[in-house]
């Protein structure tokens, strides 16, 4: 039965909506192919790190409404505030810390490393 929509129902399926279209658009631009050079397999590897990230901070971190945009942030301060994230370090989060604990020391550097080379 469907009803009035409760508060952050429309929020959550726009975020699911982009994400879903945020994989698919890189599903159909293809997986480098194979004896495809390191860089290639890599930068794919950030970019798909990265999507889940599309969600909430938009299309490849753009979008700072409700959440701080992340495209063109330095290496530096995105690196620290994921591993703050991690370690439980920031009060008053809501889903970061938890997001944060899923990542590795490497992943964390490479997100970083993808959003601080975007342009804002």
């Keep these: 039965m469907r009803g009035v929509q409760r508060p952050g129902e429309r929020t959550a399926h726009w ?7 945020a994989l ?3 599903a159909l631009a293809g997986v480098p192919a194979w004896g495809a050079d390191d860089d290639a397999v890599q930068l794919r ?3 798909l790190l990265a999507s889940t990230c599309f969600a909430c901070h938009g299309v490849e971190g753009r979008r ?4 701080p945009a992340l495209a063109g942030e330095s290496f ?3 690196r620290a505030q994921l591993l703050a994230f991690r370690e439980d370090e920031v009060p008053d989060t809501t889903v ?3 997001i944060a604990k899923g990542y590795s020391d490497e992943e964390i550097e490479a997100l970083a490393r993808y959003f601080s080379n975007l342009e804002r």
């Design 24 to 26: 698919l658009g890189m």
């Design 45 to 47: 590897h950030k970019e």
């Design 64 to 67: 700072g409404e409700e959440v």
């Design 96 to 98: 970061m810390n938890r």
């Design 76 to 78: 530096r301060v995105l």
């Design 15 to 21: 975020a699911l909506m982009t994400t879903l279209a």
